[in-house]
């Protein structure tokens, strides 16, 4: 929490154009961006990412990027924060045997209310889960993935062991799981939203 806070604040001042590598495993390598006001990173090769906007215009959307040389820029006159989900190439191909791939207890087709799918591709499938108040969702799979909180959460989840994990969160965090089997519970008193990096 303190990492988050400690990024935003020095967005917040105008700080450097800035890249942190939060994750980096043999599926993914996760950066946390931010860009003061009219900021640019320098262009360098990238593998396939998936982007989340934490601030500025695009707030709380995802987008897709290829493969390519390019840099990030930020034409606003407000800092910009964002992560960048690059995809590694061991990433691709692996079966469900390994934790990636389909899963039997799908959250999307059991509760597509609270599961949208606001990206899929051949790499990924992003998931926007909105938990109200409360709620518990049915047990249900994921194969590894990254999530990326967009509010303060509070949860709950029971794994398929039957052991409890309590799940505090704040705006920005981002964590890995490998393959999991869980139910989750909002034990908060808000709605709380977070998006999910499911690989494939």
Request: hydrophobic residues 40%; without cysteine; glycine residues 6%.
């Amino acid at each position: 929490m303190r990492t988050v806070l400690l990024v935003t604040m020095l967005a917040a001042a105008g700080a450097q154009a800035a890249e942190k590598v939060e994750i980096d495993n043999t599926w993914v390598r996760t950066l946390r961006e931010t860009l003061g006001p009219h900021e640019k990173l320098a262009a360098r090769e990238h593998p396939a990412a998936v982007v989340i906007y934490l601030s500025g215009p695009r707030k709380d959307e995802v987008a897709w990027r290829d493969a390519g040389k390019y840099g990030d820029e930020n034409p606003s006159d407000r800092p910009l924060e964002q992560v960048v989900i690059e995809l590694k190439a061991a990433a691709n191909g692996h079966t469900s045997s390994s934790g990636s791939g389909p899963v039997a207890l799908d959250p999307v087709k059991l509760d597509p209310e609270h599961h949208l799918v606001p990206l899929e591709n051949a790499r990924v499938r992003v998931l926007r889960t909105i938990l109200e108040p409360h709620l518990k969702s049915p047990m249900h799979e994921h194969p590894h993935y990254v999530v990326v909180y967009l509010t303060v959460l509070h949860t709950t989840m029971k794994m398929a062991d039957g052991r409890e994990v309590d799940n505090p969160r704040q705006p920005g965090e981002i964590a890995w799981r490998d393959y999991l089997k869980h139910e989750t519970e909002n034990i908060g008193d808000k709605t709380a939203v977070e998006i999910q990096v499911e690989i494939k």
